[in-house]
């Protein structure tokens, strides 16, 4: 629908009117007309057109009824300040003149231009541009967060910061242009504003490309506490150039989107503010915090060095090496001894069409090693993001082991293109237990694009989903497999090597935990303890079928044992080797310290066994000493940042 | 999907299970058979059917390979608690038995049932009752806040008492019935409990039939606090009946949906929780507060009666009484010389498809008439809901002069069944200025069904948009006409009075405010006033026609001149004509006091003509002394309850 405006016109006047190109005025002609009006006319200069409605058939003059109104439009931009005019000649019944009410009309063209299209580049006027809608057809500009740093030193996130001083940076927002054509001035009163609401105003930041300067200095023209900003109009065919960016990502209490309008106002009544007699509005999405599953290409693998890691570093170089990619160690001043690079940090990713970064969630979580995600990994073009949990207890459940993503599923014919974050809590039924603190399951729940799954981990000792599940890419049907650690799976295959003849062997031979394959096949109560883990493990593997839209041939089961601690929390029994990091075709497994059967672990040759099948090399990494007995595992003590889905987020149908 | 649970069944041991009919047992074969097995058989009771996957050509044994799984189902519920049975054989290569797991299985039928296809009757476990679909085509169960009172003396809100001992309350709630059928106990350990999330547990209060008591009193099993309730198992096929209400309105916060949970507990390991095998879902929309547009049927007029305002009782009443409805009078004793019935409370009601009532929003305005909305509307039938602004300034934005709906309309296409509401608010450019509270404008929009326009009105000395707008019924177009005051026809008809020689006829005839059109018509400083609210009207007009789809054609302009007052915000120089009560076809209008030609006023002749065109009478009340001299006119001083829409909200495509 075309934007429409009244106008008032008034018998013996003169009015002098500043008009859109692209909208419409309305003039009541009925209204202004002088007393004993029968009929009037209509005269313009050749720029101007206008329609009378009702529609009529008398050439002139025409007759005036209480429903006479005049639809002005012009096509294009005057040269001038007031140049171009129309009248309105009222006649009595003998068709004498009665009076006379004159228009003097300046057209001007203004858009404020966005990426609407989503294609890299501002196009002009799009007609979709003040709404936004997901899809391969959908529309609506995307702003990212500016949450990386241009700075190595002193830095500061660039989103705190109130100018632009480095050309990078802007590489990093979105690009606005206010394009407008008309005469060298505007009439005089007339003024241009960019405005935001309150509620908008935390969430973004605009600035103002100063071509004055020798130097690269552009001040922040919107945003907190800056609500409004007068733009200088410069006359003829102008463009001036902003830059946006977001400064929050979206959360409980942001959906994501904002708003930027663009008014202009006529001078009112003095006392009274301006009217806007015209306003345009663009609008964007602030990117989602996306993760990254263990199907895509690794780039990264991050790792701690402490005092009492060697064995465990020379066997993650090996793999790392093996896979062609980096290795990035966390060294002992920044880690203090804390070995927990899962647990600290979770890589993911941002992305507009103009650019993509990565960007890393810092948990509430805290340890040793909490400075590392801010002082190592916060820089150009590496985002940082964290939540704090103000009111609320932290607990092992927080730890990001307890935060993983699946590949991409879809389920009962809904597509998850970029997976399903999955995050373990306390059992639903518990009236107490651990969970994950609000804020950060917030923030997850707000990125929509991975709608996450909640599964129960609370039964163990220290609570994180990785301990008892990981995803591996796979050459068939879904592309991956679910593993899922499984008791039962264990004991089968114990008792297997009992009835062949093996129930001597020993497990952790030579260690001072040294047991036989009998010794642990006769622990009724460990038997017990199992069959609870077990159960607990169904209980997420049928939540998993259900929410991933997964199929039992989806699903292998690992030879892995648990036990309880007093607190009735489970531990693994020997090195959890679910709790393994994926890299391509290559996974670095936690080194069992099985049973051996001919010289070789048979956890290890039942490992390679079953994924041999899906084309994935096994290394098994010793990590006894220095992390099994810490309670974690080879997973819990490194990180991968991986290359960004192809898919793009805003194709999703949401 | 089929709802499926993985069980767990161990060579040697019989497992005792309980099944839900509907669902899906998961065996894995593979994972319990003992070493060196190679094919397995399965036997069971005649009520117990499975598949096996991967499906096998087979006869007996069948092979048993690494996804070895059975699908177990049942159709009916047992008669016995473990009545039912199947077992699985292993066997070596040589087809000798290895052993066997057993499992002993009881089926029940659970089903937690509501209206979820909106016919005012709970049907039996409706496939969609766990979801919420707008539309003729949609679902799910509807919830009334049950904001009335059962009580006249000593009154509370029904909501906020933690039992029903009233039968007449059932009436406002919302029936669920537990649909059981099974042996006749439980086996040992299992429990039926109904639950609901902390963030829900504010919004809904769920009461238990007892059947046992000889009068009527019935227990609060969930709400605040109580997050979850054991139901008692009765074996057999039976019924337990539950009330459900809502207890808060949708608001900011608060989408409205809430969701009950049903679920079937299994004894885990002593000192974990119980696991849910089974939850059963329901989900309800609590019924939004929908406001009741001029062109609906009145039922009941409300005025106060004040020491000195027996002419415009005396009018009313003659008005009212020819519309053939009641006339409610509000006493000095309750409204303490506060006549201003319009601006205390709005009239509304909620619906669901078992019941309906009329529900008063009271507003933060609480002048003298406060009491009245709670202390004499509130009762049997009759619901009471309000806002308090706790941390804002309540300005006369927030009187419900200011708060209106429009007809049924249709914009570009999109339909508003309920017409939209309409607010007044400040100017959007202004940095200052008077607003209505967020709280109520939070919870006008939070409604969703009559999605708000805002208006500005704070040009206004009162800042009602009743002081410049009003819809009245018509016969043709969209059933409706927009009524807007304008300065403009106000001019033109003075003038055309003038010019046929009446300039000296004198408004406000034989008072000390007497003055002539001449004079009316030279005073230049009147004139440009004029300008400035007709110009402040033509902006709100533009708006109008954007947001309800309106043409000029929908528009009637009234001749209504105003003033401004020191603070420059405007007043109406004579009794604003367009503030009036519309009666079906009877129209209530201040009397103008315009100029007399012939005997009549010229104000009155135009108004009556404008509207006799839509075949509506007009009324003239003298509201000048008691209402018009401060500041107000009819409409202000009364209030209309009306009948609901035909049309019922849950309809509407959101």
Redesign the interface.
């Known amino acids: ?1 075309v ?6 016109i ?1 018998s013996g006047v003169t009015t002098r009117v500043v008009y859109v190109v692209g909208t419409e005025m ?1 003039v ?1 002609v ?7 009006s029968k009929s009037f006319g209509v005269q313009c200069s050749s720029a101007v057109q206008f329609q009378i ?1 009702p529609p009529t058939q008398d050439a002139f003059p025409l007759p005036l009824t209480g ?1 006479s ?1 005049l639809h002005i439009t012009m096509d294009s931009a005057s040269k001038h300040a007031n140049a171009d005019k129309l009248s309105v000649t009222y006649y009595g019944k003998d068709k004498e003149e009665l009076g006379k009410a004159i228009l003097h009309l300046t057209a001007i063209e203004i858009s404020l231009d966005v990426d609407a299209d989503r294609d890299g580049v501002v196009e002009k006027n799009n007609a979709h541009k003040a709404s936004w809608k997901w899809g391969p057809n959908g529309h609506g500009a995307i702003l990212l967060v500016n949450c990386d740093s241009e700075w190595v030193y002193k830095k500061r996130q660039d989103c705190e910061i109130d100018k632009i001083t480095k050309s990078s940076d802007l590489a990093d927002m979105s690009q606005m242009l206010l394009r407008t054509s008309g005469p060298a001035e505007l009439p005089e009163g007339y003024k241009i ?1 960019l ?1 935001i609401s309150q509620s908008d105003s935390g969430k973004i930041g605009v600035f103002q490309k100063d071509k004055s300067l020798s130097v690269l200095n552009y001040p922040l023209v919107l945003g907190q506490k800056r ?2 900003h007068v733009v200088k109009y410069t006359g003829g065919a102008s463009e001036t150039e902003f830059f946006v960016e977001g400064r929050r990502f979206p959360d409980e209490d942001f959906p994501g989107l904002v708003t930027i309008n663009l ?1 202009l ?1 006529e001078p ?2 003095p ?6 007699i015209f306003t345009d509005t663009v609008v964007f999405r602030v990117a989602p915090w996306i993760m990254t599953p263990n199907t895509l290409r690794p780039l990264e693998v991050f790792v701690c060095s402490t005092r009492d890691n060697f064995q465990f570093l020379k066997g993650m170089k090996e793999l790392v090496s093996r896979c062609g990619i980096k290795m990035k160690m966390c060294y002992e001043n920044m880690n203090r001894g804390d070995r927990w690079m899962q647990d600290e940090l979770e890589f993911g990713y941002i992305q507009a069409p103009h650019h993509s970064f990565p960007v890393v969630l810092d948990s509430p979580r805290d340890g040793d090693l909490k400075d590392f995600p801010y002082e190592e990994l916060l820089g150009p073009d590496f985002g940082y993001v964290t939540r704090v949990a103000w009111n609320e207890k932290v607990s092992s459940l927080d730890s990001f082991g307890n935060l993983e993503v699946s590949p991409p599923v879809t389920v ?1 014919g809904k597509v998850y293109p970029l997976g399903r974050i999955i995050i373990g809590c306390a ?5 107490q ?1 651990r969970n994950m603190t609000k804020v950060v399951q917030d923030f997850l729940w707000a990125q929509k694009v991975q709608s996450p799954v909640a599964l129960f981990s609370d ?1 163990l000792y220290v609570g994180h989903v990785d301990e008892f599940m990981t995803f591996v890419p796979a050459p068939d049907r879904k592309g991956f497999r679910l593993l899922l650690a ?1 008791p ?2 264990g004991y ?1 295959l114990f ?6 003849g093996h129930g001597k062997a020993k497990m952790f031979e030579g260690m001072k935990e040294q047991i036989s394959v009998e010794a642990i096949l006769s622990n009724k109560r460990l038997q ?1 303890e199992n ?2 883990v ?2 607990c493990i ?2 997420n ?2 939540v998993l ?2 929410e991933l839209g997964l199929e ?2 989806d699903i292998i ?1 690992l030879p892995i044992l648990f036990k309880l601690e007093k607190n ?1 929390r489970a531990v693994a029994y020997y090195p959890d080797m679910v709790n393994m990091i994926v890299l391509g075709k290559n996974v670095g497994i936690p080194k069992p310290y099985g049973p051996k059967v001919g010289g070789s672990c048979a956890l290890e040759a039942e490992m390679c066994s079953l994924l041999k099948e899906l084309g994935l090399n096994c290394t098994f990494i010793d990590d006894f000493a220095a992390y099994h007995k810490l309670l974690g595992e080879v997973h819990c003590g490194s990180n991968v940042r991986r290359e960004p889905f192809a898919y793009k987020w805003w194709e999703l149908e949401l």
Chains 1, 2 share one sequence.
């Open positions: 629908m934007r429409q405006r009244t106008v008032r008034e309305i009541n009925h209204r202004s007309a002088p007393p004993q409605s429903a109104f504003t405005h609500l409004s008014s106002l009112s009544t006392g009274f503010p301006e009217t806007p009962n059992f639903p039924t518990a009236s237990g039964w499984s039962d799976a089968k008792r297997g090597l009992q009835k062949a017990e069959n609870f077990q159960s169904d209980w593997r049928d079928k259900k039992d041939e089961d009735k």
